[in-house]
T-cell receptor, first 113, second 112 residues
Framework: KQEVTQIPAALSVPEGENLVLNCSFTDSAIYNLQWFRQDPGKGLTSLLL?????REQTSGRLNASLDKSSGRSTLYIAASQPGDSATYLCAVPTQGGSEKLVFGKGTKLTVNP | DTAVSQTPKYLVTQMGNDKSIKCEQNLGHDTMYWYKQDSKKFLKIMFS???????INETVPNRFSPKSPDKAHLNLHINSLELGDSAVYFCASSQSLNSPLHFGNGTRLTVT
């Protein structure tokens, strides 16, 4: 059974700092991994989707890496800004190419001005 | 030009009532989903439809019934509401297995 863990549960950093959010999953036979952002009272916004054949994906100040063999992914945020404050969630399929995604509980990030 | 829109945003109702949540996507996606986010913020899939056909039906009480009149709409009907149904319900869509998931802004259901 696929389980997803995100550490830390919460993180508070000063503006400008580079930071790393962690995601681990128990079943490494995944098709892809997605990182999402959730703002309070809002839905989730897809940030990056990494295919199983890829090692990393970049979008602006965000870089996500994937190490399938160890069951880990990281989301690196460069030069953090107060607007980055949100909860970040990662998700992987329950098995192989399943359309069922299993989500982690998220990391609540606060970037202080 | 909202991509995935769901209504209502808030729903407050009493135990035993029947209610519906509507969802529409204008992205041309083939697959739509309902997710439930509980009070601990844990997000879990409930249903998935692909081109109006049910493809995922998680262990959800049969008081919950999804209906997809066409591939752009997936509504959720809940009968005999219970206190434990209080949560935020999210509709989502995707083009394929390997495409990002697009979420609506959620419907906060409160059962009193």
């Amino acid at each position: 059974k696929q389980e997803v863990t995100q550490i830390p549960a919460a993180l508070s950093v000063p503006e400008g700092e580079n930071l790393v959010l962690n995601c681990s999953f128990t079943d490494s036979a995944i098709y892809n991994l997605q990182w999402f952002r959730q703002d309070p009272g809002k839905g989730l916004t897809s940030l990056l989707l990494i295919q199983s054949s890829q090692r990393e994906q970049t979008s602006g100040r965000l870089n996500a890496s994937l190490d399938k063999s160890s069951g880990r992914s990281t989301l690196y945020i460069a030069a953090s800004q107060p607007g980055d404050s949100a909860t970040y969630l990662c998700a992987v399929p329950t098995q192989g190419g399943s359309e069922k995604l299993v989500f982690g509980k998220g990391t609540k990030l606060t970037v202080n001005p | 030009d909202t991509a995935v829109s769901q209504t209502p945003k808030y729903l407050v109702t009493q135990m035993g009532n029947d209610k519906s949540i509507k969802c529409e996507q204008n992205l041309g996606h083939d697959t739509m989903y309902w997710y439930k986010q509980d009070s601990k913020k844990f997000l879990k899939i409930m249903f998935s439809y692909n081109n109006k056909e049910l493809i995922i039906n998680e262990t959800v009480p049969n008081r919950f019934s999804p209906k997809s009149p066409d591939k752009a709409h997936l509504n959720l009907h809940i009968n005999s509401l219970e206190l434990g149904d209080s949560a935020v319900y999210f509709c989502a869509s995707s083009q394929s297995l390997n495409s990002p998931l697009h979420f609506g802004n959620g419907t906060r259901l409160t059962v009193t």
